[in-house]
């Protein structure tokens, strides 16, 4: 992640304009669309495929075109979400659900043309020698196929079903806006001709994608207007061994250094894994310090990896921004499979302060959960790129933005310890990467310590910064030491930040926790309700209580 570029935001009377407009629309949007909603569904239930072709009262072409502008008022873009959407609507009989899913085909359409012209027209075009931006373009490619994964499965949800599967496809659309973001991101330092290109070229995928994120968002709000949504259940997991000792788990697979397992290294492990697996396959890795660079591919499911311990079975590489490699192939240890679990491992990457981004741990992994684990690193140390993840008695190390990212992350007793940094610099611990309203991203740090892990006399630490403009941050119930500095969050560029941003301190100890000369933002939130700090708990923020006991990992469910 870059530590100087404001990436583009909006200027405060932009920002005020915005939110204005947008406040306005999802408001006229709520009372209108519940009356679409729900006289969407009395037609469905009562009539249903009893409808014939000769039935179309109440079906006409102007009045399906007033519905369609009535929904695209509540998106960020209403104009390019109207002028893709109101050529397809021919039926008489059009329900919500088939103009949500419309989006997201159109969506879809855009973006595998979009990624087509990204290849043979840009990256080829430009003739591209420089290694590091040869390798941002090889990211863009898989991350560009990972937002196209995740639009089809938000696309996949049977018509019964769309409105039982908000948080799913909330959370898809929002990884999948994230991935084209990502990309883009990548390649900010890339020569200006192609980051140009970049941007125009990705313009319709990304603002498509965002109005089908707006969309379904609005449908749930309506929805939950006019009473409780019935929630589906998500894939459950076998239940796994709670045991804190190893050897009594099953393993499928054994990974030794010394040569007393299967493998040696946990990529030879990793061939064995069958793809897809609704079932958990879990490879043991013994004691030992694995000098590698992992990737647990988005075709593998339902891996659980296990150690011997946060600080005796680690994982370390030393890929870095300087030496050439991006940020989003930098990690040691990248988790892209869903339903990943490590327990009792380390990640380190060991480049140091003045390699810049240099990642020990990344996750894309929807539904993955890291147990007892050390995530240890300078600048950029855990991505938490996108997705649904819990940590759990985890300890994390690091400078500059060491925890970012776009996913829903909730941190639970966990160590958060700054170090070091290089002469300069100043430490932040969080850098949330939320860009568009309508995600259900953040991260959620509960009954954590905050705590140095070095003398840090002289370094000022704060809580985090604002990557994005909707950059989502809430510290609560957690123990602040007293190095952290007392305007608690630091600004990207300038003194100010986006009127945008929800950053949250509620309920914290320690010296740090002080909140009497923070920063005087107005999306800083100091004076929070338990039930509006509720949200971001593990149940209502990231699922949790309908995945999370089949890991038997132990969580609080609540405040």
Known sequence: MA????????????????????????????????????????????IGASQTKNNKSGGDKKSLLSTVKAICSSTLYPDSCYNSLAPLVTSDNL?????????????????????????????????????????????????????????????????????????????????????????????????????????????????????????????????SALGNIKRRRLMSFSKLLQTSNSSNIKADVVVAKDGSGKYETIGDALKDVPDKSKKRFVIYVKMGVYFENVRIEKSKWNVMMVGDGKDATIVSGSLNNVDGTPTFQSATFAAFGQGFMARDMGFRNTAGAAKHQAVALMSTADLSVFHRCTMDAYQDTLYANSNRQFYRE????????????????????????????????????????????NQNTGLSIQNCTVSPSANLTGVSTFLGRPWKNYSTTVFFNSFMDGFIDPKGWLSWVGTSAPV????????????????????????????LTASEVKKFTVGPFIDGDKWIPATGVSYKPGL
């Open 3 to 46: 530590t100087i570029n404001p990436y583009g935001k909006l200027n405060e009377v932009e920002q005020e304009r915005l939110i204005a407009r947008t406040r306005t629309r999802r408001r006229i949007t709520i009372i209108g669309i519940s009356s679409v909603v729900l006289a969407a569904v009395i037609v469905a239930a009562v």
């Open 95 to 223: 329900k919500p659900q088939d103009l949500y899913k419309l989006s997201v085909q159109v969506a879809i359409n855009e973006l595998s043309k979009a990624s087509e012209n990204f290849i043979n027209n840009g990256a080829k075009k430009f003739n591209i020698t420089d290694k590091k931006t040869l390798l941002a373009i090889e990211s863009c490619q898989e991350l560009l196929n990972l937002s196209l994964d995740h639009l089809n499965n938000s696309l996949s949800i049977r018509d019964m079903t769309v409105f039982e599967a908000f948080d799913d496809l909330r959370t898809w659309l929002s990884s999948a806006g994230t991935y084209q973001q990502t990309c883009i991101d990548e390649l900010e330092n890339a020569s200006q001709e192609l980051t140009i290109f970049t941007n125009e070229n990705f313009k319709n995928s990304t603002e498509y994608t965002s109005n089908s994120l707006a969309i379904v968002t609005s449908f749930e709000e309506s929805i």
């Open 394 to 437: 985890c300890n994390i190390y690091g400078t500059v933005d060491f925890i970012f990212g776009n996913s829903a992350a909730v941190f639970q007793n966990c160590n958060i310890l700054p170090k070091k940094p290089m002469l300069g610099q100043q430490n932040t611990i969080t850098a949330q990467g939320k860009f568009d309203p």
């Open 500 to 527: 945008t941003i929800f950053y949250v301190e509620f309920q914290n100890a320690g010296v740090g926790a002080v909140t009497k000369n923070r920063v005087k933002w107005r999306g800083l939130k100091l004076n």
